[in-house]
Nanobody, 127 residues
Framework: QLQLVESGGGLVQPGGSLRLSCAAS????????TGWFRQAPGKEREGVSC????????YYADSVKGRFTISRDSAKNTVYLQMNNLKPEDTAVYYC????????????????????WGQGTQVTVSS
């Protein structure tokens, strides 16, 4: 069964950085659109960023644009989310997710289109 395992979360001070990793098994990330979502306590899960399987094009939510960077390492079959200049409002559980191959729907894909989810990793930004 396809698996996604996130890591790299933790506690960081405002202005600090973290790099989240999403390791995929039993499928190749190059062929699956992959995204990062987050969910803060009492809030709905929201899309943060995603990367296309076709050409590697990316999408960022306005709240993270210019601070977060999504990337993909084919050799390691891993997708990353580099988070810089972190703010307290970035505190949330971060999830990695992937869509079935050859997805041809809207971009960025809505949450309900994602077929596979990781277990999440906690990111806390606090002084």
């Amino acid at each position: 069964q396809l698996q996604l395992v996130e890591s790299g979360g933790g506690l960081v001070q405002p202005g600090g950085s973290l790099r989240l990793s999403c390791a995929a098994s039993k499928f190749t990330v190059d062929y699956y659109p992959t995204g990062w979502f987050r969910q803060a306590p009492g809030k709905e899960r929201e899309g943060v960023s995603c990367i296309s399987y076709r050409d590697g094009s990316t999408y960022y939510a306005d709240s993270v644009k210019g601070r977060f960077t999504i990337s993909r390492d084919s050799a390691k079959n891993t997708v990353y989310l580099q988070m810089n200049n972190l703010k307290p409002e970035d505190t949330a559980v971060y999830y990695c997710a992937a869509i079935r191959p050859m997805y041809g729907g809207s971009w960025p894909p809505p949450l309900y289109e994602y077929d596979y989810w990781g277990q999440g990793t906690q990111v806390t930004v606090s002084s």
